[in-house]
């Protein structure tokens, strides 16, 4: 019985640490808007995949947390309209790793902590933080990538243009083996979309 009482002691730990991490992070607005969007089509992506329900609840959270390290990122910097200098790109470039490490401070998001390090990894080896290529990026980060740049393109920014859904299309495809994975950019266009 004593082991019972553990687990659900652990469990509750788990929800308690993933619901004060979603208030932490909701809490920046646009950025929790857009987190959302982005868990969905994961989950979206996951299902179009035929990944079991485990992987699927794993891809969400990936893309609820992706940019959790932004909290960290100066706000001025993130809400800047005019093109970003150099050290604000240095900046802006940390977020990843910032939220791997927030992630792995909680039981309930170690296991998501690396997907979202990597997840501006590109295809062709040009991203950040690692420059990791190809299949070197673990799949769940790819997966996101595709999410969170669809998200991006298709919703306003401070500093750029939203793209129609036709728009957002061509640039997925103009940009497989570069920055996106060719299969993910497949399934989500075919699939999802």
């Not at 687990?7 to 646009?30: A, C, G, H, P």
Request: glycine residues 4%.
């Amino acid at each position: 019985m004593l082991d019972l009482d553990v687990q659900i002691s652990d469990d509750l730990k788990r929800q308690v640490d993933i619901m004060y991490l979603i208030t932490q992070f909701q809490s920046l607005s646009e950025k929790g808007t857009h987190s959302r969007r982005v868990a969905e089509l994961c989950r979206k992506i996951g299902i179009a995949m035929g990944l079991p329900v485990d992987e699927i609840d794993t891809l969400y959270a990936c893309g609820l947390f992706h940019d959790i390290g932004k909290d960290s990122i100066d706000k001025a910097i993130l809400n800047k309209k005019e093109p970003l200098t150099v050290n604000e790109w240095i900046e802006i470039r940390r977020h990843p790793s910032i939220g791997y490490r927030v992630l792995n401070m909680y039981d309930a998001t170690k296991h998501i902590a690396e997907y979202v390090l990597y997840h501006h990894e590109r295809y062709d080896g040009m991203g950040y933080p690692m420059g990791l290529m190809e299949l070197e990026i673990p799949l769940y980060s790819r997966i996101i990538t595709v999410a969170d740049s669809y998200d991006a393109m298709t919703n306003y920014r401070s500093y750029r243009k939203t793209l129609d859904k036709e728009m957002a299309i061509l640039e997925l495809t103009n940009n497989v083996y570069t920055q996106f994975d060719p299969y993910i950019v497949d399934v989500f266009i075919r699939k999802v979309l």
